[in-house]
């Protein structure tokens, strides 16, 4: 790739670690020895995202991006190679050696091979894999609070990527980032969708909104609006009772308990209730426990297995993507024990139901502009309260304290609104627009109670 003279992108190849072709002679993925940061020329341009798109971690986690930083950067990579003054540039992205930098960089550019290349993940990862002096790639850990030996792949990642691509569950060209960014904040909701129109992933609602040391936390009645536009009918509570449940049923919403311990799994009997009572609702399921991240992704992982075939580090990949954080230290192992069985079942349904398609594929993704515009024709979200609370700000605190309801409630009003507009990071020559989109990237807040879940 950089062997001849003309092909030498203008570097200097002792700055080089390592290099890959990813489209021939137009788009590259370097690796930088130390902090080299390349100079553009009339022949090449140079990008980095290492500072740009940034993982919040919990504890010792690092990725992966979530997926609304993937749709950022496949804009963003789009733009460059579609702007006249790059026409005749080769395109690198470049990163450094940094382990966990270089490995979310990796799956950036590999997750745009395959959703705009149109490359399997095997095509994807290959120039990734055996390009020049490729350097092994680390793998990502969850959100333990100790040290955890479970990981997840670049492999995993690229391949989640595919399997949810072909079962519909996103498209970019249809893909509303400011939504994703403004329900994942903890004062608007703090929910994720996994899969369209099927799972919703959220945090446990309390008895009343209120601010809990500065920390916003939820009603059951602070989404009912929004479920109710989003055909959201049932409610799935994992953990100890904080809430009454005639709050929802009440509210015409179906409600049901299936308690397992905290940071533990579930039994095979609330895995079979969970699995039927998935199979059976006639609309979206929104899925809590504590924090919304392990006991709530363990078991929509293990539907993703059974009725998609992902393979269990795959669901987990995908679960991640869209909420990170989400299935924790054994839960891992739980999900590796429980594969093989819940794709026979999987196969076993099917036949049963005559269906022949594997997956099923959904008409519209997560996030959806053309789906929702008619219903979410709403008033912009709410300012952002001038200290945005993170997630994983307060993630450490167990405290039962709490201010006045009415400071918290005006915080929850804002989890029923929601925005349509045209995603910012659309047109990233404008300046501003290019300022707004960082800004967004600073603002994000995860939004979980706690880490451990």
Request: proline share 4%; hydrophobic share 35%; aromatic share 12%.
């Amino acid at each position: 790739m950089f062997g001849q003279r003309n092909d030498r992108m203008d570097l200097n190849n002792e700055n080089i670690q390592s290099a890959s072709e990813i489209i021939e002679n137009r788009l590259y993925f370097v690796a930088f020895k130390k902090d080299f940061k390349p100079r553009g020329t009339s022949n090449t341009h140079y990008f980095s995202i290492d500072e740009e798109l940034v993982y919040e971690n919990f504890y010792n986690d690092f990725g992966p991006l979530n997926i609304c930083m993937l749709y950022r950067y496949c804009q963003m990579l789009n733009e460059k190679l579609r702007l006249a003054q790059h026409a005749k540039k080769k395109i690198v992205h470049y990163t450094s050696v940094d382990a966990s930098k270089r490995l979310n960089a990796a799956y950036l550019i590999g997750a745009y091979s395959v959703i705009y290349l149109k490359r399997t993940p095997d095509e994807a990862l290959k120039p990734l894999t055996s390009g020049c002096n490729v350097l092994t790639y680390t793998k990502f850990c969850d959100a333990s609070y100790v040290y955890s030996g479970y990981r997840i792949s670049l492999y995993d990642c690229i391949h989640a990527i595919a399997r949810a691509l072909e079962a519909g569950f996103f498209s970019f060209d249809d893909f509303d980032s400011q939504q994703y960014e403004h329900f994942e904040r903890v004062e608007n909701g703090d929910f994720n969708w996994i899969v369209p129109d099927k799972f919703l992933a959220f945090c446990g609602p309390h008895s009343k909104s209120r601010l809990d040391n500065g920390y916003p936390i939820h009603a059951p009645e602070t989404y009912f609006e929004y479920f109710r536009k989003h055909n959201v009918t049932t409610i799935i509570r994992l953990n100890v009772k904080i809430y009454d449940a005639a709050r929802f049923t009440s509210a015409g919403f179906t409600h049901h308990d299936l308690f397992f311990v905290d940071g533990s799994t579930p039994n095979d009997a609330i895995l079979k209730k969970f699995l039927t009572i998935c199979e059976q609702a006639d609309g979206g399921i929104a899925v809590h426990c504590k924090a919304g991240l392990g006991r709530t992704g363990t078991l929509i992982g293990a539907y993703l297995i059974k009725h998609y075939n992902f393979s269990a580090l795959e669901a987990i990949a995908w679960l991640r993507l869209c909420r990170p954080g989400s299935v924790i230290g054994h839960q891992q192992q739980w999900m590796l024990s429980k594969e093989a069985s819940l794709m026979n079942e999987g196969n076993a349904y099917r036949k049963r139901h005559g269906i022949s398609r594997t997956p099923i594929r959904h008409d519209f993704g997560i996030y959806s502009i053309k789906q929702f515009a008619a219903i979410d024709e709403e008033p912009a979200p709410s300012a952002v309260p001038a200290v945005a609370v993170s997630r994983n700000s307060l993630s450490t605190s167990n405290s039962s304290s709490s201010s006045s309801s009415s400071s918290g409630s005006s915080v929850c009003s804002s989890v029923a609104s929601s925005t349509t507009t045209t995603p910012v990071a659309s047109k990233l020559p404008d300046t501003a627009a290019n300022n707004r989109v960082q800004l967004l990237l600073k603002e994000r807040v995860r939004g979980i109670s706690h880490k451990v879940d």
